[in-house]
Nanobody
């Protein structure tokens, strides 16, 4: 059974940094290679939006325009963990951040529709002075 568990959220001042972690388990073959992994967020009163994702084999990383140059997605294959390093945080980054996964499909970008099948429980990120 696929499970995704996020951690690392919290309260940070504007301009600060946080690193979110997504511990994955239950994937066939104990590998994330055949899955798109995404980070999405949802702020109060707003629709959920895609933030960043990586595709087959951990390649094809992509970012929303609002976080380009500030956020970085990465993964540790040995730990089956995906990270989202968030720098230069802004108040508008405040949201619940979710880790999500879906089976990789040839020709489909990890950003396509941001429609993922497996979800973590979310972790709150609050950027405020």
């Amino acid at each position: 059974q696929v499970q995704l568990v996020e951690s690392g959220g919290g309260l940070v001042q504007p301009g600060g940094s946080l690193r979110l972690s997504c511990a994955a388990s239950g994937f066939p073959g104990n590998t994330l290679d055949y899955y798109d992994i995404g980070w999405l967020r949802q702020a109060p009163g707003k629709e959920r939006e895609g933030v960043s994702c990586m595709g087959y084999g951990g390649g094809s990383t992509r970012y929303a325009d609002s976080v380009k140059g500030r956020f970085a997605i990465s993964r540790d294959n040995a730990k089956n963990t995906v990270y989202l390093q968030m720098n230069s945080l802004k108040p508008e980054d405040t949201a619940v951040y979710y880790c999500a996964a879906r089976r990789f499909k040839l020709g489909r970008l990890c950003t396509s529709g941001w429609s993922y099948d497996y979800w973590g429980q979310g972790t709150q990120v609050t950027v405020s002075s």
